[in-house]
Each structure stands twice: as structure tokens, then as C-alpha cells.
């Protein structure tokens, strides 16, 4: 009897512990390895053996067979494949990818053997991101590379608001698995077994040496993308594994100026997030970030540009990639649209504002377009040294103008902006360019530049308008401890800057325009605001005093008065300024207009540095669209 009791209880118990595992394994979210039940993580780590044993030293070989040095030159290409892919690079990722294709055409020689790692005859089931990447495939056989998301966008809308939880209400850009759905049944109808093989190798390769979720995304010619930057990060703390956005699912991508969540691709685990912020940032042969280090910025092999910032500093680990394409770098290709009309007349006065070696500001918020419309601009500047300072190697000026003499210079962990400012006055240097001006020292001697060091130059801030941009710098000036007066400094950068090229984007349709809101010229004015005239003061007191010793009383008062006025005008008077909008943008007609004129004295000093049909060409534009405006005081 007793026996049986016991039993009873330990039965019980058995039931109870197992129940209550079954509930916490309910509510957790599968692990990415699970959808695949773990046929991935096999052909992995054959992949991994194999090609460790292909680059593998094999003392056995004979030295004198016809065939050595072809394989120890294939031995060599594999190794440097391995070693580059990491960065991304095109070359050494397709190689990889070859050799991982060719593993697995042996081991899955059958559609039905590719379906045991991943159930392709069952589309509907497939995970997400799997998904995600047929899609991809499909369409780059279809299309171009470079027309992937522009083709999705505007077919398929996915940068538009729309409602993802229809009982909140709440309109989003969010590219979820539900549009993913959508557009996957009306672009994909079956695939066939070579194309399976890939998309397996392409899953392999991104979980062996690739950046994990996001690697086919980052390849697309998109305008950037970030994560880490959305979500719950607590979920785990609070055992919340339902909740719908964690910072693993928190993709975003700039498409067209917008910021779009893809949620349906997730990394599902923090520790992958490392590995690929960690991965990403290892281009090149800067520190790779620490506790003590928490942040960092640097450049991927294309020229991307890469932020990254981790614990403690940050709440999560996060990314943000910024890209720049290569291929647009002429002013045509930046500003000709069919929808925005005489783009013509800015383009023309940069070009003359490059001739005649003005020095130049790019203004404007983030995202709109001061990098490219200043690597568009390079294209009119006369065949002079250029010297480039920036925070990353972002506009790559050498790749688009390899005959050009051009050198580019960024700070590191041991070196600082300042230095290496200093340093390229040595460096037989005519144009200046800064890539940024984002801190107080170096903008300091960025107007050190424009008023000693170089020519002309140019640079690009993210002033609001011309009073911010002249304000933030004379303020910048004062906070590096090269100038105690800010009427000083303020006087000192409205003599070095001269012209602003303001740039803004709008919503357009579906779409976000970048434009180029004004050009203007920034310059001091010669007068201040007038005081009272003594003469006036001195009737003033005589008339106040009755005595006989008015005139003396009077007199006394004059001196005080002189001296006091004297005293408060030299302490306390601001140094005025003025611009003037040369060009401006329409937005209802979406035209752009001549506006003001130079003033004469900026107008003379343009011509003065304009030669032959330049100048007269320059005359020209002047009396085409200006010639009934009068030229500024």
C-alpha cells in the first residue's frame, strides 16, 4: 500500500515538473536554429571542417609534382577568400559561397535532401527571413541588383504608413512579415533545386562568415540602415518572449529619405548582435571597441560609414550604417529630375562658385545630401591639390577622380583632428575640404583654413539656416579656447565664410525629395546701429539745469555720458550681418528662382577670380536671370 501511495506522488510530481516545462517552453520564442531543426548547424560544421581542411598545410605533398604550385596558389586564394569575406567584400564572399555550394551539391545531391535542411516544397512555412531571402533571389535574376527595394517600394509601397496593429490604430513604416506574405505569393511561384542549393548556401554563409540577418539587405544599394535601435530590451528580464519588437527584430532601413522597420528579420539572439556589430567594425586596423571604449566610428571596405556603440555607454548594442554611392557624383545625375524644374540655374552657380574659388558651406539636416553635393561639386573645381579632412573615408574623391591630387586624412584613437589639420597645411594643399564640421576644435581651424591655410574651402555643417551656421561656428570657436570675445570670433568667421548652399528634403508622393532650399551670400555689415549725437545731449542738459553754473554742469554731464556710451558700445555691441538669398526654391511650382543679387563687393570679387569665357560666361548668367534685380547694399 505504501508502495502505491509513493508511487501515486512521485507520479505526480513527474506530471507536475513536465507540465510546467511544457508552459515555459510554449511561451518562449523559437530559436532560430529550430525552424531548420538543426540540419543547418549540421551542414555547418561540415562546411567549417572541409574548408579548414582545404587550406590545411600538407606537408605530404610532393614538391616536385607539375601540379604543386597550382595548389598552393588555389590554397592561397581559398585562405584570402576566408580572411576578406568577413569585410564583405564582393570578390572573396562569391568565392565562399562557390566552395560552400560545391560541399553542397555532394552531400544534397536531391531536392528532397535540400528539403530536410530546409522544406521548400512548403512555401507557405517557411521562416520570415527565408523567405525574405527567396524574394531577394528571384527578383535580382529578374532585375538588376541596384532596382531590388526601388522595384519593392514603388510596386508594393513599403515605405508608406500604414496600420500594423489595426486595434491601435497607430500608422507605421513597418516592412512586416504580413506585406512580406503578400508580396512573396505574387513574385514567387517555385523554385527549383539549383536555386535551392544557394539559398541554402547563402543562409550557411551568413551564419559562418557572413553579417547574419542583414547580409543580402546591407549588399542592396540602400541609403543606410541601423539596428538596435527599437524594441523591448528587457524581454528576457521580464520573461516577455512574446513581445512583438525586441531589439533583436530591430532592423531599419533608409529607403527614399525614410526610415522603414523591417521587423521580420531578426537576429533572435543578443550574442549574434555582437558578432556582427563586432565583425562589421573590424575593417581596416583601428582598436576594436571595449567597456572602456564604448563607441566607435569607421569605414567598411565600400566606403560605408559605421557607428557602432555598445554597453555601457549605449542601453544595447547598435549599428548604423550609412552608405554612399559611387556612381553618382555629377550634378546632373544629383539634381535633374522630370518633376522639379530649372535645376539648371543652381547647378550653374556652383559651378561658377568653384571657379572662382569661394569659400563654400553645405548646410542642412541629416540625410539631405550635403556629402554627395559636395563630391558633385569636386566636378567643377579647377585641377588643384585637394586635402580632405573627414570622420570617416566617406567621400571617397580618389575612386571618383583618380587623376586628381588628393589626399584624405581622419582622426584616430591617437590622433586628433587638430593634429592632422596642422599637418596638412604642410602638405602643399589649395582646397580644403572637411567632411564635417561636428566639433568645436575643428571648426576652429576650418576658419583657420579659409582665412590662412589653403585657397578656398569647403565644408559641410549642420547649421538651420545662414544665423545658425555663422552662430554655431563663432560659438564653437569660443568653446575651444582659441578666441575668449565672441564678437571677436563671430567677426572672424564672417570673414571667412561667404557663400551657403542650404540643402532640405519634402515628402513627394511616395517619396522624398532632396533640394537645395537656397544659395545665399553671408556677409558682414560695415555699420552699426547710431547713438545720440553729443550735440543733442549737451541742449538736452542745459536745458535741465537753471543755474548759473549750467554750462560747467552740462559739460560734466557730456563727459560722463561720452565715456559711459564709449565703454558700453565697445563691451556690448554685436557684430551685424546680413545674407543674401541668391537662389531660392519654389516648393508649389517646384521651380527654382533667381532671388537677390551679390553684393557688389562679393560680385567683384567673383569676377575678379574668373578668367576668360568664364567670366564671360558668368556676366552672362547675371544678366540672363538677374539683370532687373539690383545688386545688393
Known amino acids: 500500500m505504501v508502495q502505491i501511495i509513493i508511487g501515486i506522488i512521485v507520479s505526480a510530481i513527474a506530471a507536475t515538473i513536465l507540465f510546467l516545462l511544457y508552459k515555459k517552453r510554449k511561451n518562449e520564442r523559437p530559436d532560430l536554429e529550430e525552424y531548420t531543426h538543426n540540419s543547418l548547424d549540421r551542414e555547418l560544421a561540415t562546411i567549417k571542417v572541409e574548408l579548414a581542411e582545404l587550406i590545411r ?40 559561397k562557390a566552395l560552400i555550394r560545391d560541399i553542397l551539391e555532394r552531400d544534397l545531391p536531391t531536392m528532397e535532401d535540400v528539403d530536410e535542411v530546409i522544406d521548400f516544397s512548403n512555401l507557405t512555412a517557411l521562416d520570415p527571413m527565408v523567405k525574405w531571402e527567396v524574394l531577394v533571389s528571384k527578383l535580382k535574376s529578374k532585375l538588376k541588383s541596384d532596382k531590388v527595394i526601388n522595384y ?29 506574405d503578400k508580396i512573396f505569393y505574387e513574385e514567387v511561384e517555385v523554385i527549383s533545386y539549383s536555386e535551392a542549393l544557394d539559398l541554402v548556401g547563402t543562409l550557411l554563409f551568413q551564419k559562418y562568415k557572413g553579417f547574419g540577418c542583414i547580409d543580402t539587405l546591407r549588399a542592396l544599394p540602400i541609403d543606410g540602415l541601423n539596428f538596435g535601435t527599437s524594441g523591448s530590451i528587457r524581454y528576457e528580464i521580464d520573461g ?3 513581445a512583438p519588437y525586441r531589439m533583436t527584430n530591430s532592423v531599419w532601413v533608409q529607403i527614399n529619405a525614410k526610415w522603414v522597420h ?15 556589430i563586432n565583425q562589421i567594425m573590424s575593417w581596416g586596423t583601428t582598436a576594436p571597441m571595449n567597456e572602456k571604449r564604448a563607441y566607435k566610428v569607421n569605414d567598411m571596405y565600400d566606403g560605408s560609414r559605421v557607428t557602432a556603440i555598445r554597453p555601457p555607454a549605449g542601453e544595447c548594442w547598435a549599428c548604423f550604417i550609412r552608405k554612399f554611392t559611387l556612381s553618382v557624383y555629377s550634378m546632373e545625375q544629383l539634381m535633374k529630375r522630370d518633376y522639379v524644374h530649372n535645376w539648371e540655374l543652381p547647378a550653374k552657380l556652383i559651378q561658377f562658385l568653384m571657379k572662382a574659388e569661394e569659400t563654400t558651406a553645405f548646410t542642412g539636416q541629416q540625410n539631405t545630401g550635403k556629402t554627395t553635393m559636395m563630391k558633385s561639386a569636386i566636378e567643377y573645381v579647377d585641377v588643384v591639390n585637394i586635402r580632405v579632412l573627414e570622420m570617416s573615408f566617406e567621400l571617397a574623391l580618389r575612386e571618383i577622380y583618380p587623376g586628381r591630387n588628393i589626399f584624405t586624412v581622419k582622426p584616430t584613437d591617437y590622433v586628433s583632428a587638430s593634429n592632422l589639420q596642422d599637418t596638412l597645411k604642410k602638405t602643399d594643399g589649395y582646397l580644403s575640404l572637411v567632411g564635417e564640421v561636428a566639433e568645436d576644435i575643428v571648426a576652429a581651424r576650418m576658419i583657420q583654413f579659409c582665412i590662412i591655410a589653403s585657397a578656398f574651402t569647403i565644408f559641410s555643417h549642420h547649421g538651420k539656416d545662414d544665423p545658425g551656421l555663422v552662430e554655431g561656428l563663432a560659438q564653437s570657436l569660443v568653446a575651444s579656447g582659441e578666441y575668449k570675445d565672441h564678437n571677436v570670433a563671430l567677426s572672424t568667421v564672417l570673414d571667412a565664410i561667404q557663400n551657403n548652399v542650404h540643402l532640405n528634403f519634402m515628402d513627394y508622393g511616395n517619396t522624398k525629395l532632396r533640394y537645395i532650399e537656397y544659395i545665399s551670400e553671408i556677409y558682414k555689415e560695415d555699420t552699426v546701429a547710431s547713438y545720440p549725437e553729443v550735440t543733442k545731449l549737451l541742449e538736452e542738459a542745459k536745458a535741465a539745469f537753471k543755474a548759473e553754473n549750467a554750462n560747467v554742469l552740462a559739460q560734466c554731464m557730456i563727459a560722463y555720458t561720452s565715456l559711459t556710451r564709449e565703454y558700453y558700445t565697445r563691451s556690448t555691441d554685436r557684430v551685424r550681418f546680413s545674407s543674401n538669398k541668391i537662389i531660392v526654391f519654389d516648393r508649389e511650382t517646384m521651380t527654382y528662382k533667381p532671388n537677390e543679387w551679390y553684393s557688389p563687393r562679393a560680385f567683384a570679387r567673383i569676377l575678379s577670380k574668373l578668367h576668360g569665357n568664364d567670366k564671360q560666361e558668368f556676366l552672362e548668367f547675371w544678366r540672363e536671370n538677374w539683370r532687373e534685380k539690383p545688386i545688393s547694399k
Not at 523591417?262 to 556582427?276: C, H, I, N, P, T
Open 57 to 96: 598545410d600538407d606537408d605530404m605533398i610532393i614538391t616536385n609534382d607539375i601540379n604543386y604550385e597550382a595548389i598552393i596558389r588555389n590554397k592561397r586564394r581559398v585562405s584570402i577568400a576566408l580572411t576578406d569575406c568577413v569585410y564583405g567584400i564582393d570578390s572573396a564572399v562569391a568565392i565562399v
Open 152 to 180: 519593392l517600394d514603388e510596386k508594393y509601397n513599403i515605405s508608406e504608413l500604414r496600420e500594423v496593429d489595426e486595434s491601435s490604430g497607430i500608422k507605421r513604416r513597418c516592412f512586416d512579415y504580413k506585406l512580406l
Open 240 to 242: 516577455n518572449y512574446d
Open 262 to 276: 523591417f521587423s521580420f528579420l531578426d537576429f533572435y539572439k543578443v550574442g549574434e548582435m555582437k558578432r556582427v
